[in-house]
């Protein structure tokens, strides 16, 4: 069942202003604890605060509910502009579900207050319902979160050896000829001492990982370092990652293992499926596509990814969150064929994927945006704020190692494990 509500804080006509701002320093610092939205990327970017509106759906049509929600909102809306980039007027930033079976459905959530910067650019949005907002005066540094203490962990849906065995029944059934490629997911449970603080995790992301996107919505906090679809003037990005080999920590050896990772049939022909699943998603809606031949790697604090950037030129005029609903899921993040590996992952995890592997990001009045996928992240319990939900995936090929898939999985937990690290 599909159901969408959209719930301003007033039933009058919400009225956004954005004006250029003096630069107000680091922009993590200056959000709240509560309500705490962003997407950040060295240093620039957009956080909020504050909720003005938000819609929440759930099931198939989740991407197109929650987008015709915004673009009802954003025709009504009254906006008043004084910089006219990517990311100024209203924004909404926006969190879905892997599966439309999922109870964790979709959200789109639009601030009261957003900060954003640009290439040296700064400017601060206000929305209010009724009247033009004032002015806004630059925010001042929050007070430091406060620390939450030792972490201890217990196994999610499955412990370590049963994912194992889910890793070899999914090679067998890749073998029979059942699917090509699916990627399988594991969890992990998280318990503080005392309630976490998302700002704290979101600086520690930022902080160790800033070539990738950090970003919070809805209690998903984590640093993806997978761009979904960019869209901007119309031009079309989509960073694809698939293959990976975790770092060593020494430069030479790392070197080493990037010629591996660059040689490597198994992962090569998984990056393949990934990034074909692209290209065939975006030709309907550009005019032209560019595919590299070959992909590059990339170099994370923790491990290396086969990655290939796929650009287009926009022709039919979808949104931002219409293309990252045309992508999703990608072969990166469930396999190939797409309707098998789904099958095939519904049937081996053993659980609800909630917001990992689906669309994250955020989009404009005019349909700009930018849409990662949920990776290297932890939902957090609304129920209980000391509890933590950490996720990782494989993709599993017929030349996968379920002891080697293990040890991947554990690699791209780190991330949100270091950033949960008591002081």
């Given amino acids: 069942m599909t159901t969408a509500s959209w719930s301003p804080r007033a039933g009058a006509t919400l009225v956004a ?12 610092a200056l959000l709240p604890r509560s309500g705490a939205l962003a997407w950040m990327r060295r240093g620039e970017g957009l956080v909020g605060w504050g909720n003005a509106a938000t819609v929440r759906t759930s099931g198939e049509d989740r991407f197109a509910d929650a987008g015709a929600a915004w673009a009802e909102f954003t025709r009504h809306a009254a906006v008043r502009d004084e910089v006219g980039l990517p990311g100024t007027g209203p924004v909404a930033f926006g969190s879905f579900a892997f599966s439309p079976h999922s109870s964790a459905g979709g959200v789109l959530v639009v601030p009261e207050v957003v900060l954003g910067c640009r290439n040296g650019r700064w400017w601060v949005t206000t929305v209010a319902a009724g009247a033009l907002p004032p002015r806004t005066r630059t925010p001042r540094r929050r007070r430091r979160p406060e620390p939450h203490g030792q972490v201890t962990y217990a196994d999610g849906a499955r412990s370590g050896p049963d994912w194992e065995r889910a890793v070899s029944t999914a090679i067998g059934r890749i073998e029979r000829g059942d699917v090509e490629k699916v990627v399988l997911a594991r969890d992990l449970d998280a318990l503080a001492e005392r309630p976490l603080d998302p700002r704290r995790l979101l600086d520690r992301l930022a902080s160790r990982y800033p070539g990738c996107w950090t970003f919070s919505v809805d209690g998903l906090v984590g640093a993806t370092p997978e761009m979904l679809v960019r869209r901007e003037k119309g031009l079309v990005t989509s960073r694809v990652l698939a293959g990976t080999i975790r770092r060593s920590g020494d430069d030479a050896g790392d070197l080493a293992l990037a010629a591996r990772l660059a040689r490597s049939s198994k992962d090569l022909e998984e990056h393949e499926y990934a990034v074909r699943s692209v ?49 999703h899921p990608s072969a990166a993040v469930c396999g190939t064929p797409t309707a098998a590996a789904a099958a095939l992952i519904d049937e081996l995890e053993g659980m609800d994927r909630d917001r990992y592997a689906g669309p994250v990001g955020w989009m404009d009045a005019q349909g700009d945006g930018e849409w990662g996928i949920a990776l290297r992240c932890a939902r957090l319990d609304p129920a209980d704020p000391r509890r933590a939900r950490l996720f990782a995936g494989c993709g599993i090929v017929a030349g996968s190692d379920p002891v080697a898939e293990l040890g991947e999985s554990d690699a791209k937990l780190m991330p949100m494990r270091e950033a949960l690290a008591p002081d």
């Fill in 17 to 28: 202003r954005t004006v250029p701002l003096a630069d107000p320093g680091p922009l993590l």
């Fill in 279 to 327: 290209a065939q998603a975006l030709a309907p809606h550009c005019a032209t596509t560019n595919v590299p031949e070959s992909p590059f790697v990339l170099h994370l604090a923790n491990v290396m990814h086969l990655a290939t950037d796929v650009t287009g030129v926009l022709a039919d005029g979808s949104s931002s969150l219409e293309l990252a609903a045309a992508l």
